[in-house]
Structure formats: C-alpha cells, structure tokens
C-alpha cells in the first residue's frame, strides 16, 4: 500500500489480522521493508498486524534532496505520521539498524504511541556515544561512517564495480538473490545518495537528545556484528526506565533479521505476548 504523509508517499508492506495488535518495522541501511520477510510469518500466526514501512529516502516518492531532511527528527515524525495515516494510536515498534535508531527516538519522544519496543543491532543513541567515548574498539568499528558521509565519494566506492562494495557489506544476509534484492534498489538514480544521507545528516545533538526509554524493551545483539561491540551493547540497559531484556545471539552476524529470523521472531513474539 501508499501511504501520503508529511508530503511525503511511504510505501508500506502490511499483512495479518486486520484486527490483531499493530507491529511497526522499521528497516536499516542499505536495506528496505522486504528484510522482515522471514519474521513477519510469525507475527502473523500470533494474530499481529504487521506494517513494515520503507523508510524516508527508500520509498522512491519519499525521498527528498536536502540533507537536512534526513534529520532524526524527521525520521521520527514520519513514524509517528504513518501511523496516524493508519489510524493506529499506538503499536508495537520493531527496528533493526537505522530503524532501531527511529525505534529508539520515538519511542523516547512519543512513549503513548509505542506499546512495547523491540531494538535490533543498534543500541541506544546514548550507549553509542558512551561506547565511542570510552572504547577504542568501537571508534574503529564506525570508523565507515566517515566514508559514508562524505557525498560522492561513498556512492562511487560502494557502487563500482557492479557495486562491489554494498555487496560485500551485506555478506551475511544471505544467498545472492537475496543481497541483489536489496543492492539493485540502491542501484537507482538517487537512491544510496538518499539513505547515505541519513548518516550525513546524523547529528550529536539530535542523538544526545535521546532521552531514557519508559516502554517495555527489549535489545537484540549479536556478537557477530563487526559495527556494533559488546561495550555499547551491554551500556544499552542504563537507559531504559522501563522493563528491560538483552537478547544475545551468539554466531550471528550484523544481519540479524535475514540471518537469524526464527530466534529473532521470538524475542519480538516475547516481548509484545510476554505472557504467552
């Protein structure tokens, strides 16, 4: 479905029980609502209704030109219009990578219109920047942002080649079909600029205004993940007021939701259904 929001035209992949409790998913980069396909089965079998949305600037009619518009803020306010334009006062939020960014500013932002939150790969803003603050390890493993924003030059390294470069950085998500089924849409005239933005619009004021998380939550880490280590990962806790799981997947790359999706699908099935 399209959804016209913010003047914007999200496309959104729904699916479910038009009336089971609503499920947000929110994609990274480089990638696009289809990686959800292996975890939304499940949500649906649990009677949830799944609305997994490409995001500002991969939604082809969403995708502005000015890099200021990447901002988190906005990230944020596009969520929050979606599921206005879905009439849905409040759902469960699940985000993976850039998406667990937005899960984590909105839930912090706008704590009534998230049920409970499920986090994948990314901590939170302020764990991040404890663990770039106090651990060498880490600066090294983000050290590719400096890369991604600086315009131009990471569009032409990550797609030479036949895009070379996104294909290695999405080794781990699976066979070849499934990383051509993310690097092609990237291949698009203005597409990678688009979600590259989003890092060169990336702010430390906009993520040091993260504040605590109230909702039930819950963070999923692999110690697979060569951008993400175990410091920022175990520094995610001390920012969440609100009823709190660490999930480790050991073995597991970065690509948690194509790699892992049956452990994954159940620590979101155990969160939103904690009873069950």
Not at 177 to 199: E, H, I, K, S
């Amino acid at each position: 479905m399209r959804i016209d929001a913010r003047g914007l035209r999200f496309e959104v992949t729904s699916g479910g029980p038009e009336q089971g409790e609503p499920v947000l998913l929110l994609h990274g980069f480089p990638q696009h609502s289809g990686q959800w396909a292996g975890i939304r089965p499940a949500l649906h079998a649990a009677g949830l209704r799944s609305y997994a949305l490409d995001q500002r600037g991969y939604s082809p009619q969403a995708r502005p030109s000015q890099v200021e518009a990447y901002r988190l803020g906005e990230l944020v306010a596009d969520a929050v219009a979606v599921l206005d334009a879905l009439d849905v006062p409040a759902a469960h939020v699940v985000g993976h990578d850039w998406g667990a960014v937005v899960g984590w500013a909105l839930a912090a932002a706008h704590p009534d219109r998230v049920r409970t939150l499920t986090a994948i790969s990314v901590p939170h803003p302020a764990a991040m920047a404890h663990a770039l603050r106090h651990d060498p390890q880490q600066k090294a493993r983000s050290a590719y942002m400096l890369l991604f924003r600086q315009p131009g030059v990471a569009e032409k390294t990550l797609l030479a080649l036949g895009a070379a470069g996104l294909r290695r950085l999405l080794r781990g998500v699976g066979d070849g079909d499934r990383v051509a089924g993310y690097v092609d849409p990237m291949r698009q005239p203005g597409a990678l600029t688009a979600a590259l933005n989003w890092y060169r619009a990336m702010s430390k004021a906009d993520l040091a205004a993260t504040g605590p998380v109230t909702v039930p939550t819950t963070y999923v880490w692999s110690d697979g993940d060569v951008a993400i280590g175990r410091v920022a990962a175990q520094a995610c806790a001390a920012h969440v007021t609100g009823d709190f799981r660490f999930v480790e997947l050991p073995g597991v790359t970065h690509w948690i939701p194509d790699e892992a999706p049956t452990p994954l699908a159940e620590a979101i099935l155990a969160r939103v259904r904690p009873s069950a």
